[in-house]
């Protein structure tokens, strides 16, 4: 599984748009890219996930250059209520099987 | 919208004690997950389950654990004598067939004394 890599914390401000990036150089041809958020105390919550390109769904949009060897997270016009953990992970597309969390990036969202 | 659910929310045992955390992943779901995040630190893999027996596990999954599906709806994690270092919160996890999207069960914070 490829290793991935991102910021450990970032700070906004609400309304601002906050793009988080991570870097997963030995992605393999037949892995995917998803995301997730987690609050204190609770579990990880499904955010997005995309092969290549721009994927866009109700609440962020996941870049993915030609390379795929990183991808960024973007969050249009952030809340008090998105202070979390974000989490990058590489999965293969086998529908399953092991999932590898990294650290990470701890957002914290100011008034 | 389905949800996993995990009982019991919270469990405290003393040291050497079995602890079973029990799962209800989503009906239609294929493959189970187990996780534990230790306070403060990252969500880390234990184990991964389909067709009834175990796929993939971690390091961290040894003899001391286990894993049943022992009827169509729940999914347990068994540690069979838990030391002081298994206090941690223990997320079960489902996903349906060909998809990334794994959903979370809301935790069982288990507390070892």
């Known amino acids: 599984l490829a290793k991935t890599t991102q910021p450990i914390s970032m700070d906004s401000y609400e309304g601002q748009e906050v793009n988080i990036t991570c870097s997963h150089n030995?992605?393999?041809?037949?892995?995917?890219i998803t995301w997730y958020q987690q609050f204190p105390s609770q579990g990880p919550r499904f955010i997005i996930q995309?092969?290549?390109t721009k994927v866009t769904n109700e609440v962020a949009s996941l870049f993915i250059p030609a390379d795929r060897k990183s991808s960024t997270l973007s969050l249009p016009r952030v809340s008090l209520s998105d202070t979390a953990v974000y989490y990058c992970?590489?999965?293969?597309?086998?529908?399953?099987?092991?999932?590898?969390f990294g650290a990470g990036t701890r957002l914290f969202v100011k008034a | 919208e389905p949800e996993v659910t995990q009982t019991p929310s919270h469990q405290v045992t003393q040291m050497g004690q079995e602890v079973i955390l029990r799962c209800v992943p989503i009906s239609n779901h294929l493959y189970f997950y187990w996780y534990r995040q230790i306070l403060g630190q990252k969500v880390e893999f234990l184990v991964s389950?389909?067709?009834?027996?175990?796929?993939?596990k971690s390091e961290i999954f040894d003899d001391q654990f286990s894993v049943e599906r022992p009827d169509g709806s729940n999914f347990t994690l068994k540690i069979r004598s838990t030391k002081l270092e298994d206090s941690a919160m223990y997320f079960c996890?489902?996903?349906?067939?060909?998809?990334?999207?794994?959903?979370f069960g809301p935790g069982t914070r288990l507390t070892v004394t």
């Open positions: 996890a489902s996903t349906g067939s060909y998809s990334y999207e794994q959903y």
């Open positions: 992970l590489v999965v293969k597309d086998t529908g399953g099987f092991k999932t590898i």
């Open positions: 030995n992605i393999a041809t037949n892995d995917y």
């Open positions: 389950f389909y067709n009834n027996e175990i796929s993939e």
């Open positions: 995309g092969y290549k």
